[in-house]
């Protein structure tokens, strides 16, 4: 079917049509069929109804144990009781309740079934249904809910008066409404579920280019022929030309970086033998020397962006000590700051290990650090704080120079970015670190932002996923 509009159109009709068809015969035979059969659906209700009331107040009673104690789990279940008018236990894993309290004849044996087969077990009698739930704390300790309720009794058949003839009680008027809103429903759930699906693999596919992952695609076009095909089919001609576009970007950096690699060499070695020769010229040949390390510099990290681009996807799983390797970094920079009446001062150095590469995450975190150094005022510091939480680990460094415009906070960590007042080339640096910094930080799950202080100076925040 080639439009989604008349997919819809008529996959509505269908459902329509088939829950009232099927309401009525479903109607018609309840009204004659065996009495028996009534009886099943209602206590079959009766068994999901515990069901779901053992899931979710299991769940709630383990959470409230993690919580408030025994104490608090043993009053929730009173309650519970009060409210549904059953009998709830919750059983330790040697078969022990938080309450006390004697379990009623065949819990033992169903609690060890349910622990044994991982599933819900049930345990019908003439008087009650007895239903054992496994459950799982965020600790992963074992649990077993038990509960229990009266069971349905049902009379023989209605008796009419006359002649005292058996017949089948009246259906309830509820019934023919129930099948017909299950049937809409399972109807309109296998719709939604059709229509959806595609369009859960197409958000699967940005989020993988949004990670950088512009291999991607997605795979509906041999099994739809409707507008979702079609969008797919653009997504995926957009993605390829994204794709080809990036990785022309990178053959290029590649390129100019390697071909400029050996006039460079070259131009060293001719460096060399003029000194040996004359003297005169040594100003100028100092200077060139000077200008011929700053190109190699930024082919270097020219070489290493292209790389933490590339390499979005593999990341070396390492253990990586942040405290011990950010002392490393400090007391190398804080060595040449000296010179220039600058130091780092550390506020906070929590114990940190997080996942990845040593190696990146030194270079992010010397970048940002150096960067800190260049700008701040002289006879002033570099401040640096490590501070872990449940989930992640902050690193700030804040320097106390002229701050960035509110305008360019974002643009300070694309390549080649300076502000206004730093782009001569007396400035230093060649405008990639931070863009080194940021790549590093993001392939390893972690955010990097820039905001200004009121009093002045710049802080750069890092936030790193703990191990």
């Known amino acids: 079917m080639r439009s989604l509009f008349c997919k819809l159109f008529l996959s509505f009709i269908f459902i329509a049509l088939s829950t009232s068809f099927i309401t009525a015969m479903i109607s018609y035979w309840a009204q004659i069929g065996p009495y028996a059969e009534l009886k099943k659906r209602i206590e079959y209700h009766q068994n999901q109804t515990l069901d779901n009331l053992l899931s979710v107040s299991g769940l709630g009673a383990v959470k409230i144990l993690e919580n408030g104690g025994e104490k608090e789990v043993i009053n929730y279940l009173q309650e519970l009781e009060k409210t549904n008018n059953g009998r709830f236990f919750l ?58 309720t009266t069971r349905i009794h049902w009379p023989p058949a209605f008796i009419h008066k006359k002649g005292g003839k058996k017949w089948p009680g009246p259906i309830p008027l509820g019934l023919p409404l129930i099948v017909m809103l299950l049937i809409a429903a399972a109807g309109c759930f296998f719709l939604a579920r059709s229509l959806t699906a595609p369009i859960r693999d197409l958000r699967r596919a940005t989020q993988q280019i ?32 994204t794709q080809s576009l990036l990785q022309s970007q990178k053959r290029l950096l590649r390129d100019i970086s390697h071909e400029l690699r050996s006039p460079l060499t070259r131009l060293n070695l001719a460096l060399e033998m003029a000194r040996q020769r004359t003297n005169k010229t040594e100003p100028y040949l100092d200077r060139i020397e000077k200008e011929s390390n700053r190109l190699n510099e930024l082919i270097n990290q020219l070489l290493i962006l292209t790389r933490l681009e590339s390499d979005v996807n593999s990341v070396p799983e390492e253990s990586v000590h942040l405290e011990k ?17 600058r130091r780092i001062q550390i506020q906070n150095m929590d114990d940190v290990i997080v996942s990845g590469s040593t190696e990146m995450l030194s270079r992010a975190l010397e970048n940002v650090i150096r960067n800190g150094l260049h700008y701040t005022e002289e006879d002033s510091s570099v401040d640096l704080s490590i501070t872990k939480d449940k989930n992640r680990v902050l690193i700030i460094v804040r320097d106390h120079g002229p701050g960035v415009p509110e305008e360019d906070l974002d643009q300070i960590f694309k390549p080649f970015f300076r502000v206004a007042e730093s782009r001569d080339r007396d400035s230093g640096g060649t405008g990639i670190g931070l863009a080194i910094a ?29 191990l």
């Open 91 to 148: 059983l330790k894993d040697d078969r022990s309740t938080f309450s006390g309290s004697t379990l009623p004849p065949g819990a033992d044996d169903l609690a060890d079934a349910a622990r044994k087969s991982h599933d819900i077990q049930y345990n019908r009698s003439e008087t009650e249904v007895m239903v054992a739930l496994p459950l799982l704390s965020t600790t992963g300790q074992p649990f077993i809910i038990v509960g229990t």
């Open 325 to 341: 390797l950010i002392r490393n970094i400090v007391q190398d920079a804080d060595f040449e700051a000296a010179g220039r009446k």
């Open 210 to 241: 949004t990670k950088g992952d512009f291999s991607a695609r997605v795979d509906l076009l041999s099994r739809r022929k409707d507008e979702i095909a079609d969008l797919s089919h653009d997504f995926n001609t957009m993605a390829e030309r």
């Open 438 to 466: 940021r790549q590093a930080i993001v392939i390893h799950g972690g955010t990097i932002q820039a905001k200004n202080v009121e009093t002045g100076g710049l802080i750069v925040q890092i936030q790193l996923p703990l």
